[in-house]
């Protein structure tokens, strides 16, 4: 046990900020008046996220170990750190109008959401398996409760009590697969744990441990065939939650699965044992979310749909290290920043048309957008256009090196899936745009002016979503940076 110093610390330093903004809202949510705007508390919260984010950088110039090798400070888990700390901001700018719309006035909803960063964020940067369940534990905790925050509908109920049930019931089969892996190695830290599992004298709870681990995390990131939770949580929470729980979380539990396939279980004899069992959960969730997406008419239903079959082409990224982890793991931290930026300005745009009680969710309630909101229009026609993977937008690149990293590994016949699901795709996101510019209006759906957060919020992702589709290299050349100090 190694003693503990301030550079210790420093390595958690964007968890110590966001926990103490966080405690700091919640001490002065009861100081203002019952019925009164929290705005007040979400410019906190604001503070605090940008805080960590300036941390997650000037963290950068102190990597290595802390904690007696409990938590990793590198490439790989500051470009983690930071994403989660963007997704935060974004999702924040996002909440100011709609909180006031929903007339929800609980400022602890700005609390959770930096409690629920803290735990993804020790999540991408954890290689202590009990921390990464602690950690887990901490952010599925925050989620579970802001799920259910439009407490006056019972959609939203019904929301947080399935996600809560089958989240635990999936963090179990996680619980267990770490003490498996106790019991065939000795140990949870995974340095060690790749130790043992090259030498070979493991026996088959190992196998057991990583196939129990994959169910648990596998819950998390909505890959079939865990993902039945998906539309019915999504379409009951609050849409800028629903915008976070379908990115951050997302990305912590890919950072972790990545550390456990790649850092823990990368011997050859282990990694043929995964291989299948990634394989087939790749492709049920691109053909269970596209053929699932196609008959929906929420837009929230739609969007959960295709959170499913967007976890199946990043799981195909994680098939393709066998050319070098600049093929596939950084294939897939690429993905997961694209996928962040285009479908958290997604659901910024839907939480803003939901109107009061979010009744304004179908697709009919998107007719002639255009007509009366040009800009929104726009924007959300850009967002569906990254999520089907054109050129110009981050979602082409990432599609792109995915697909490159398949064919390299001979995945030829998930390959192929894959293309034909990015067809499918492509129908249900052009609905979207063709009901916003080629059909007239159904309703009554008013369009309230953009405030000025949300036009930030969206602007920010929008911005994303085309920088890493016209200048992906730098981002790319960061992933591979930190694909390899992950192997390492």
């Excluded at 070098?324 to 745009?349: D, Q, R």
Aim: hydrophobic share 55%; glycine share 8%.
């Amino acid at each position: 046990m190694n003693p503990i110093t301030g550079a210790d610390y420093v390595r958690i330093l964007p968890e110590i900020i966001l926990t103490a903004f966080g405690i700091a809202v919640m001490v002065a949510d009861p100081l203002l008046a019952p019925k009164s705007s929290r705005k007040p508390l979400g410019v906190l919260a604001l503070i605090g996220s940008i805080a960590a984010a300036m941390a997650t950088v000037w963290q950068s110039n102190f990597t290595g170990d802390a904690f007696s090798h409990m938590i990793a400070v590198n490439s790989f888990s500051i470009f983690f750190h930071l994403l989660i700390a963007l997704i935060v901001i974004v999702v924040i700018l996002a909440s100011y109008e709609y909180l006031d719309v929903q007339h929800i006035n609980l400022g602890e909803y700005y609390g959770l959401i930096l409690f629920g960063a803290v735990g993804m964020m020790l999540m991408s940067s954890a290689t202590e398996l009990v921390l990464i369940f602690i950690a887990l534990e901490i952010s599925s905790i925050a989620t579970y409760v802001l799920a259910g925050f439009r407490r006056k509908f019972a959609s939203s109920s019904e929301s947080s009590l399935k996600y809560f049930l089958l989240g635990s019931f999936a963090t179990a089969f996680f619980l267990y697969g770490i003490a498996l892996m106790f019991g065939a190695t000795g140990s949870t830290n995974i340095t060690e744990i790749a130790t043992a599992l090259r030498g070979g004298n493991t026996g088959v709870l190992a196998y057991v441990a990583i196939a129990l681990m994959f169910v648990g995390i596998g819950f998390k990131i909505a890959a079939a065939p865990f993902h039945v939770w998906t539309p019915d949580v999504y379409e009951g929470a609050p849409a800028p939650i629903v915008g976070l729980m379908s990115t951050a979380p997302k990305a912590a539990a890919f950072a972790v699965l990545l550390r456990i396939l790649f850092a823990a279980a990368s011997a050859d004899a282990f990694h043929s044992a995964w291989f299948w069992l990634v394989w087939v959960s790749a492709a049920l969730s691109m053909t269970l979310g596209n053929v699932g997406a196609l008959v929906q008419n929420n837009m929230k239903r739609l969007l959960a749909y295709s959170s499913i079959a967007h976890a199946g082409y990043l799981l195909v990224a994680f098939l393709g290290p066998a050319t070098g982890p600049e093929n596939g793991i950084s294939a897939a931290i690429f993905y997961t920043a694209s996928y962040a930026a285009m479908n958290v300005g997604a659901f910024c745009i839907v939480s803003h048309l939901a109107g009061d009680g979010e009744r304004y969710v179908t697709l009919d309630d998107y007719a002639g957008l255009s007509q009366r909101s040009p800009w929104l229009a726009a924007m959300l026609s850009i967002f569906m256009l990254s999520l089907i993977g054109i050129p110009l937008t981050g979602g082409f690149f990432a599609k792109y090196y995915v697909f490159n990293a398949a064919l390299h590994a001979n995945l030829v016949g998930l390959t192929v899936i894959g293309m034909i699901n990015s067809a499918i795709a492509a129908y249900y996101y052009l609905r979207v745009i063709v009901v916003m510019y080629m059909q007239e209006s159904k309703t009554d759906a008013p369009v309230l002016p953009v405030p000025a957060s949300l036009g930030v919020a969206v602007i920010l992702s929008a911005a994303a979503t085309l920088y890493l589709g016209i200048w992906p290299q730098r981002v790319l050349d960061y992933a591979v940076r930190s694909a390899h100090d992950l192997m390492r």
